[in-house]
């Protein structure tokens, strides 16, 4: 998804099953510059969509890749990233959903 000043987030889902059988849902993602990864960490943050809260935050890699583990089912997150070197502005991925 292409978003302001050609910063772009991609979110995808994944379940995976835990070895007692249950499911361990996650979201994870690439934050992108110009089409290209992100050579330095990003903050990520994960919000419970209802009430705009910070669950977690996390860096990207060098890379822009990111995770965030232990998600509920059928919860919607809203997914933002900043730089850190403020050359852009902040992307947000609303409507994240694990699976």
Known sequence: M????????KPWHT???DLDGSSALFIEGMVKKLGFAF?????VFLL???NMQVIR???SDNHGKYRFEGLRQN?????VATDPRKQFNAV???NVVPK
């Open 39 to 43: 050579s330095y960490p990003c903050q």
């Open 15 to 17: 379940n995976s099953g």
């Open 48 to 50: 419970d969509r209802s």
């Open 92 to 94: 947000i991925q609303d």
């Open 2 to 9: 292409q978003i302001i000043h050609n910063i772009y987030m």
């Open 75 to 79: 919860y919607e997150y809203t997914i």
């Open 57 to 59: 935050k996390t860096l």
